[in-house]
């Protein structure tokens, strides 16, 4: 099951606030590469964060056995996607269909195996403790074993209680399907919060629980971690690091804003 994880840079910021276009792109991404999707894309425009910098789109698909997720900071010039899929995909398809549609000049791709420990993961992408300064946030990866029976309602209710658990803030219900795999179905669900989300994947024939929490925030990862720690006997985590460039987005943003108010210079009088 591969798992690649894009953080994209210096974007187009009209692209990156345009539902057509991250409606497109996730179709786009499961048709191109082959992937199974179950659903229509989910989108959610977030516009009343804190900080002007971080409103944008969250937006995913479930695939047979993963997802797509997509979630942009047009302000930033920077967007954070996640496509996990239990198949193969070619990285340089995806990568081209973000540059193509959102004309990013930089990013940095993750790729990891979620059945194993992977042991090709580099130290600069584990997470050790991150700095406000120069990272976005924590994305926890886990894997829970030998689960009988795990059912639409646990899933439904774990994710509906999370958000609230870790202090973050939703701005989705939960979603929760069977994926059209008979062969080998799963059970997944996504429920975003702020510019970010969770998802839950259950392999029905392994009976193996994969989990992911993305923050666009920093937050005390142990308390998720305990969480399913105590849902489930046996458990294992990874913990990465996001936005490892987004000090540069920081600074560049006192620029931009320089530079959109520039033409208030040449209408006062010498």
């Not at 496509?83 to 193969?88: A, E, I």
């Not at 392999?203 to 993305?214: A, I, Y």
């Not at 996001?242 to 209408?267: F, V």
């Amino acid at each position: 099951m591969l798992h690649v994880m894009i953080d994209a840079y210096q974007g187009n910021e009209t692209r990156l606030d345009d539902l057509k276009a991250v409606n497109s792109v996730l179709n786009e991404i499961s048709h191109t590469l082959g992937m199974q999707a179950c659903m229509p894309p989910f989108l959610v425009p977030y516009y009343y964060a804190r900080e002007a910098e971080d409103d944008g789109i969250s937006a995913f698909v479930i695939l047979a056995g993963g997802h797509v997720t997509i979630h942009t900071f047009p302000r930033r010039g920077c967007m954070f996607v996640d496509v996990m899929y239990d198949g193969y995909f070619d990285t340089k398809k995806l990568m081209k269909i973000l540059k193509d549609n959102f004309l990013c000049a930089e990013e940095k791709i993750v790729r990891t195996e979620r059945r194993f420990s992977d042991p090709m993961l580099s130290k600069d992408t584990i997470w050790n403790g991150g700095e406000a300064a120069h990272d976005f946030g924590p994305h926890i990866i886990g894997r829970a074993d030998n689960l009988e029976g795990l059912t639409f309602e646990r899933i439904f209710d774990m994710l509906d209680e999370l958000p609230q658990k870790i202090n973050m803030l939703p701005i989705s219900r939960p979603y929760v399907i069977k994926t059209c795999a008979e062969s080998f179905p799963y059970i997944s669900g996504v429920v975003l919060i702020a510019q970010s989300h969770i998802a839950f994947h259950y392999s029905v024939k392994e009976k193996t629980l994969f989990c992911d929490l993305f923050s666009c925030s920093f937050y005390k990862s142990e308390i998720f971690i305990e969480y399913l720690n105590r849902q489930f006997d046996e458990t294992e985590f990874l913990t990465l690091i996001r936005g490892s460039k987004h000090d540069k987005q920081i600074t560049d943003k006192y620029e931009r804003r320089a530079m959109l108010g520039d033409w208030a210079n040449y209408t006062k009088e010498k």
